[in-house]
Each structure stands twice: as structure tokens, then as C-alpha cells.
């Protein structure tokens, strides 16, 4: 627990976590940091799923990553913040735009937004989702985390792998000019996620939103233009 000055005293208005029952010190100090957090707070009031809504919120004003009529897969999107954001930024209110959301678990259903319970590196995944598309993306974005270990150099390690298979799945569905925007850590092997893309994206960059934790080694990896082409469905 984080403390201000040498007396270690708590912020004014900080809530605190009492010790005791079957908490662990570190699930004692994420509930805490969820308590205090004023993303979380504000996306309760804004009825967003997730403080995550905020990141792509950012990201999107940034860099216009979300158009009307835009085609859009949602990669390990429970429970939903991402998502959310996507339905009303394409339009789909108005009957513009797709959002295919995938996840292995599932959660409650968004208004226009087609749900799918399967893993995304399955080898059926990308045609199913072109399918539900009604043709290429124009937009591939993941916010997965593997559960952490707590063991920093792993837990980069396993976010990189799940980063890594974001953007080669991307590259199968999405069309010419599309975008791919995923979670990484800082670690070490983040660069070789850039270069590798480089290849196939006329940008690429990483950037880290306000909304990300400044204590976290958090960061996202944005690719634009991308020059190959997925499959139009049969």
C-alpha cells in the first residue's frame, strides 16, 4: 500500500482495504487501486463496462481509428468496454458500420454487436468472422491479458505471445487500409512485434493513454495502412 510523505499517512479521501480474511496483500492492493481509481469511477457513472472504454476512447481520438461504417473484430473482448466503444463510434445505433466481438467467455450482450464464444486462433475463426463481417475488417483490436504471474519477465513474455497471434490473425482478415491496435508490455521484445509489422503496416507505433495506470508497464502497439488483403467471403 502506497502511503504520502515519510509518515506513510494515506491520501485525504483514499479508501482503504482493511487486512484480514482470505485476501492476499497483492488482491488487497488491486481492490484498493480499483477503489481509488478515477477511471473506474467515472465509467460506472458513464454505464461503460470497463476503465479500458477510456484507452480506446483516447487512441480513437488520437488517431481516428474508428470511422462510421467501419467493419470491426473485438479480440478477447469480455467484458465489453472496448466493444461498447466501437458499436458507437461505426454507427451501428443508425445501422451503420459491424462489430464482432470473440472472446472463450461470455458476457452480457451490447444492442448491434454479434458475440461469439471461441478461441480466435482457431483455424476457423477468421473466416467466421469475415463472414459475420459480410467481408474484410477495417479494424482488428485486442485488449487481451493473459492472468499474470506476478513474475515481470513471464508475464511480458506471455503478453507478447498473445500480441503476436493478434497480428497474424489480423493480417488474415483484415482488408487494404485497415488497422490493427494491441495491448503489450514493456520488457524487451516489444520492438520485434514492430519491426515484424512494419512489413505490413505503412505506421507503426507505440503509444501509451492517459487511461493506462502511469505504474504500468502498459502499452499499445498501433498499426495503419495495411498493404496485403484478407479473403472477401464466398
Same mark, same amino acid.
Not at 20 to 45: F, I
Not at 189 to 217: I, M, Q
Given at each position: 500500500?502506497?502511503?504520502?510523505?515519510?509518515?506513510?499517512?494515506?491520501?485525504?479521501?483514499?479508501?482503504?482495504? !482493511?487486512?484480514?480474511?482470505?485476501?492476499?496483500?497483492?488482491?488487497?492492493?488491486? *481492490?484498493?487501486?480499483?477503489?481509488?481509481?478515477?477511471?473506474?469511477?467515472? =465509467?460506472?457513472?458513464?454505464?461503460?463496462?470497463?476503465?479500458?472504454?477510456?484507452?480506446?476512447?483516447?487512441?480513437?481520438?488520437?488517431?481516428?481509428?474508428?470511422?462510421?461504417?467501419?467493419?470491426?473484430?473485438?479480440?478477447?473482448?469480455?467484458?465489453?468496454?472496448?466493444?461498447?466503444?466501437? =458499436?458507437?463510434?461505426?454507427?451501428?445505433?443508425?445501422?451503420?458500420?459491424? +462489430?464482432? =466481438?470473440?472472446?472463450?467467455?461470455?458476457?452480457?450482450?451490447?444492442?448491434?454487436?454479434?458475440?461469439?464464444?471461441?478461441?480466435?486462433?482457431?483455424?476457423?475463426?477468421?473466416?467466421?468472422?469475415?463472414?459475420?463481417?459480410?467481408?474484410?475488417?477495417?479494424?482488428?483490436?485486442?485488449?487481451?491479458?493473459?492472468?499474470?504471474?506476478?513474475?515481470?519477465?513471464?508475464?511480458?513474455?506471455?503478453?507478447?505471445? *498473445?500480441?503476436?497471434?493478434?497480428?497474424?490473425?489480423?493480417? &488474415?482478415?483484415?482488408?487494404?487500409?485497415?488497422?490493427?491496435?494491441?495491448?503489450?508490455?514493456?520488457?524487451?521484445?516489444?520492438?520485434?512485434?514492430?519491426?515484424?509489422? !512494419?512489413?505490413?503496416?505503412? &505506421?507503426?507505433?507505440?503509444?501509451?493513454?492517459?487511461?493506462?495506470?502511469?505504474?504500468? =508497464?502498459?502499452?499499445? +502497439? *498501433?498499426?495503419?495502412?495495411?498493404?496485403?488483403?484478407?479473403?472477401?467471403?464466398?
Amino acid at each position: 500500500m502506497t502511503g504520502t510523505g515519510r509518515s506513510g499517512a494515506s491520501a485525504p479521501g483514499r479508501q482503504r482495504v !482493511k487486512k484480514g480474511g482470505n485476501r492476499t496483500p497483492s488482491s488487497r492492493a488491486w *481492490l484498493e487501486r480499483q477503489l481509488n481509481d478515477p477511471y473506474v469511477a467515472r =465509467a460506472k457513472r458513464e454505464g461503460l463496462r470497463s476503465r479500458a472504454a477510456f484507452k480506446l476512447t483516447e487512441l480513437d481520438d488520437r488517431y481516428g481509428l474508428l470511422r462510421p461504417g467501419h467493419r470491426v473484430i473485438d479480440l478477447g473482448a469480455a467484458p465489453g468496454g472496448w466493444s461498447q466503444v466501437a =458499436a458507437q463510434r461505426v454507427g451501428l445505433a443508425s445501422g451503420r458500420g459491424k +462489430v464482432v =466481438a470473440i472472446d472463450l467467455l461470455p458476457f452480457d450482450p451490447l444492442p448491434g454487436v454479434e458475440a461469439i464464444e471461441l478461441d480466435f486462433m482457431d483455424p476457423e475463426a477468421p473466416g467466421r468472422l469475415i463472414d459475420l463481417l459480410g467481408g474484410p475488417a477495417d479494424l482488428v483490436m485486442s485488449d487481451m491479458a493473459a492472468n499474470a504471474t506476478g513474475h515481470r519477465k513471464t508475464d511480458h513474455l506471455k503478453i507478447m505471445g *498473445l500480441a503476436e497471434a493478434a497480428a497474424e490473425f489480423a493480417r &488474415t482478415v483484415l482488408g487494404p487500409g485497415g488497422g490493427f491496435v494491441a495491448k503489450v508490455l514493456q520488457g524487451g521484445t516489444e520492438g520485434v512485434l514492430l519491426a515484424d509489422l !512494419k512489413r505490413d503496416f505503412a &505506421t507503426v507505433r507505440h503509444v501509451k493513454p492517459a487511461a493506462s495506470r502511469p505504474d504500468s =508497464a502498459e502499452l499499445y +502497439v *498501433l498499426a495503419t495502412g495495411f498493404r496485403g488483403a484478407a479473403a472477401e467471403p464466398e
